[in-house]
């Protein structure tokens, strides 16, 4: 199942399909805003990026095969975001995963 990973000050969030919480974008001005999640979509209305610590990577792992690998995280670097979508409301995270260069976040 596709998930990522959040951090939101001292706390690590785990997100799915389905899952309510917020989720941070990097403005043009270098600093983080906040959106309501949505999940995730194919589609792409307003590209975003993502603050996203970590995603899943679902390569090896096949849940009829019982000898197939879990999902393993793959990090991300402190200057690299996810693709997402915004629809004014709702922020999504688009698929397949796509890591994107941006600078780093304004303190």
């Known amino acids: 199942m596709?998930?990522?990973r959040i951090r939101t000050n001292q706390r690590t969030d785990v997100l799915q399909q389905g899952d309510k919480?917020?989720?941070g974008a990097l403005m043009r001005d270098g600093s983080i805003r906040y959106f309501y999640w949505g999940g995730?979509?194919?589609d792409m209305q307003r590209?975003?990026?993502l603050t996203v610590e970590?995603?899943?990577s679902e390569r090896n792992?096949?849940?009829r095969n019982?000898?197939?690998q879990l999902p393993h995280w793959v990090e991300l670097n402190e200057d690299e975001y996810l693709l997402g979508s915004y629809d004014g409301t709702l922020?999504?995270?688009v698929l397949p995963f796509t890591i994107l260069k941006g600078r780093k976040p304004q303190s």
């Open 2 to 4: 596709y998930s990522i």
């Open 21 to 23: 919480a917020n989720v």
């Open 40 to 42: 995730f979509s194919l």
């Open 47 to 49: 590209k975003v990026k």
């Open 54 to 56: 970590a995603f899943t």
């Open 61 to 63: 792992w096949d849940p």
């Open 66 to 68: 019982p000898n197939s």
């Open 91 to 93: 922020v999504y995270t």
